[in-house]
């Protein structure tokens, strides 16, 4: 079974590294706050990079 993944927003910084690195994934929402708008939109792997590197460690797995 895959994995979703899910942005915490209270953890979330807004610095918008996963946007930029993974668009297909990630946007911003109005708060200015990253979202999950397309959790298939890249590869586990990929996602999982942009969890590690997270600088607010709000990226998590469902």
């Not at 990630?26 to 590869?43: C, I, K």
Request: aromatic share 4%.
């Amino acid at each position: 079974m895959a994995r979703t993944p899910y942005v915490e927003k209270d953890e979330c910084t807004s610095c918008v590294q996963c946007v930029d690195n993974l668009p297909e994934v990630f946007r911003m929402d109005d708060d200015d706050l990253a979202e999950v708008h397309n959790p298939t939109g890249a590869d586990e792997d990929a996602i999982q990079e942009e969890m590690d590197t997270c600088p607010g460690e709000c990226i998590h797995w469902k």
